[in-house]
């Protein structure tokens, strides 16, 4: 695991454990939450993605709200070489429009740049309206789109969007 933790003004971020399992459900049992990328987990499922990837594979952190110990996060933090990072994250629907995510992602970017000396952080993206404009906030450029690339839940097309910022354009 690349990070061990990141500590902001409202969030923890830290690997996963296996007492997050009832936390992580409430974000992967959702289906609003999981529309764009695949049917929402069942808990049995959610308690193996926990142990194989979460933990097992220290592919990504969680983001825990400091006032109420409450899992309310996902972040995907994939080293794809060791300068460059993917990114992805998922959250808990009743945290939604609160600046958490931003403030979390801001962090684990931040950390990739100046701990890990990244040269580049990137993530992708079907949904055209909420991931969007956070990765455009946290200064990610559109670097490519992949029209109808995918689908949704409902089978509908959508359009991959590949996001990525340069350790140079960080802070400016």
Sequence with gaps: MIIEQIETERLIIRKFTSNDANDLYDILGDAETMKYCE??????KTKDFLQSFCI?????????????QKVIGYILFNEIDPSIYEMGWLFNRSYWRQGYAYEACKAVIDYAFRE????????????????????????????????????????????????????EDWGN
């Design 56 to 68: 097992g594979r220290n592919g990504a952190v969680a983001v825990l709200h400091k006032q109420s």
């Design 39 to 44: 049917p929402a987990y069942d808990f049995e």
């Design 116 to 167: 890990l000396n990244a040269h580049k952080v990137f993530a992708e993206t079907v949904d055209g309206v909420k991931s969007v404009g956070l990765m455009q906030k946290l200064g990610m450029k559109l670097e490519g789109t992949h029209r109808s690339q995918t689908k949704d839940n409902d089978g509908n097309p959508a359009n991959l969007y590949l996001y990525g910022l340069l350790a």
